[in-house]
């Protein structure tokens, strides 16, 4: 089930999908991933892992995603042929994504946030399909406070404001640039897991096993 938003005009101009999309996944890697996961550090380290590939896979696997590369503090294991990894200089999420749309520059970009264990690539698809040009999409969480997942066509600098309120933040920094915004709501990308709460609504082994 997918509800779409146009939160600000409520017309918004068709996708462009010519040129095709550069996805970039932050990830910290380096034992720092998902702390706030009351496992211990190799449980977790395992875990996040887990969701990374899985996301990967899935932009992969997304026909309309042609380029796909990891943001890290730290170099990754068993990164899938074809993924590039670029070792941020500077701290922070938003410093890293800066740092690296810097030296990109795609005229589409997808900023995934892969901690979603039950992303598929029609999630991704659908998102990218609602993306308006030029103009954003954005994936909230569940809780309509964070987002998951940011889709931006033709948007140059991007409003990258990751962290508390980010939902808000985001889309409020789109529209006093005019910008056109579109919300998504998808549950496989609503769902992020940051606290063994979040699991349980997920039909898998429970991490604590």
Known sequence: MCQTVNVWPKSCSMPDQNNGWHAVLPFKGNGQSKQRLDLEQQQRNHWAQEWLQRALRCCQQCPTIKK??????????????????????????????????ELHRPRQLLVLLPDLPGLEAEDLQELLDQCPSPGLALAPDRHGQGSNALALSQVDPPPFFFGPSSCQRITQAAQERGLCVRHVNRPHLATDIDTLEDWKPFLCPSPSA
Do not use: D, M
Request: charge should be negative; aromatic fraction near 6%.
């Open 68 to 101: 796909v590369s990891l943001l890290t503090l730290g170099h990754q294991l068993s990164i899938p042929e074809g993924v590039h990894c670029h070792v941020q200089s500077v701290s922070g999420l938003n410093e890293g994504l800066t740092e690296w749309f």
